[in-house]
Nanobody
Framework: QVQLREDRGGLVQAGGSLKLSCLAS????????MGWFRQAPGKEREFVGV????????YFADPVKGRFAISKNIASNTMDLLMSRLKPEDTGVYYC???????????????WGQGTQVTVSS
């Protein structure tokens, strides 16, 4: 069973950038499709983006399209989320997950990280 752990999030000003890493243990990141989700205060958890098992395909939710990127780092066995041009509405707890299946707008998470807080100040 794979275990996931997001590194520490942070506080960033609007317009800035931040990278989150999700460290996998128990298996390699290339064994699975993986995704990112977020949950803003008082809202449901929402899909952010997904990357295929080999990293060749990525899909993103409309609110982050063009601003976020996902990649896999084989050397560190991490999946990384690079967030740029951040907005206050990007604030929330960010979770990484292994996807049992995925589409261009979803990931069926089967293993989850514990989540990390990202706060974007205006």
């Amino acid at each position: 069973q794979v275990q996931l752990r997001e590194d520490r999030g942070g506080l960033v000003q609007a317009g800035g950038s931040l990278k989150l890493s999700c460290l996998a243990s128990g298996d390699t990141v290339t064994a699975y499709a993986m995704g990112w989700f977020r949950q803003a205060p008082g809202k449901e958890r929402e899909f952010v983006g997904v990357i295929s098992w080999n990293g060749g395909t990525t899909y993103f939710a409309d609110p982050v399209k063009g601003r976020f990127a996902i990649s896999k780092n084989i050397a560190s066995n991490t999946m990384d989320l690079l967030m740029s041009r951040l907005k206050p509405e990007d604030t929330g707890v960010y979770y990484c997950a292994v996807c049992r299946s995925y589409t261009d707008i979803s990931c069926e998470g089967v293993y989850w990280g514990q989540g990390t807080q990202v706060t974007v100040s205006s």
